[in-house]
């Protein structure tokens, strides 16, 4: 009886394990392989999809970290709560061209004592990317554009 109690509890353990946020902490959750971020690329410049992502959060829930950069001066990590859910949304220039913004998403729930940890939240994280969307498509249509002069 015994050995089957041991393999149980290894069993639990090794099924547990911890997941690294996009703000760079390292949190436990129960379950360690599911995915937890959502990819855009839009061909807007860092900036200005920077400001869709804060905008889209602000009206969603509150943002505790506005843009915070990190690690070079061309991205960008806007954390914020959205209810009880943990974001954190990662924005910087694409590999393939400079002129294409790549965003990530990523979003956990609450911590809780009965289950433990944080599990993702892809649904949060599509609503919020799709969110950003509208808002750059809002802020394109009210800047003039480039080259325009202002009327007399």
């Known amino acids: 009886m015994k050995p089957i109690l041991l393999a149980a509890a290894v069993a639990v353990v090794a099924g547990t394990g911890c997941y690294s946020s996009l ?18 690329r839009y061909d ?3 900036l200005m999809v920077a400001e869709a992502v804060k905008q889209a959060i602000e009206n969603a829930g509150i943002i505790t970290k506005p843009g915070v950069s990190s690690r070079d001066n061309n991205t960008y990590i806007v954390s914020g709560r959205v209810d009880t859910r943990h974001v954190w949304v990662e924005i910087k220039p694409d590999p393939q061209s400079a002129n294409i913004s790549y965003v990530t998403f990523q979003t956990r729930t ?15 994280a599509g609503r919020l990317a799709e969110d950003t969307t509208l808002k750059l498509i809002s802020i394109v249509q009210n800047t003039p554009p480039t080259g325009a002069t202002a009327a007399p």
């Open 23 to 40: 703000g760079g902490s390292s949190n436990y959750t129960p379950i360690p392989f599911r995915n937890d971020k959502v990819h855009r």
């Open 44 to 46: 807007k410049p860092v």
């Open 110 to 124: 609450k911590s809780s004592w009965v289950v433990g940890g944080r599990n993702p939240d892809l649904v949060l």
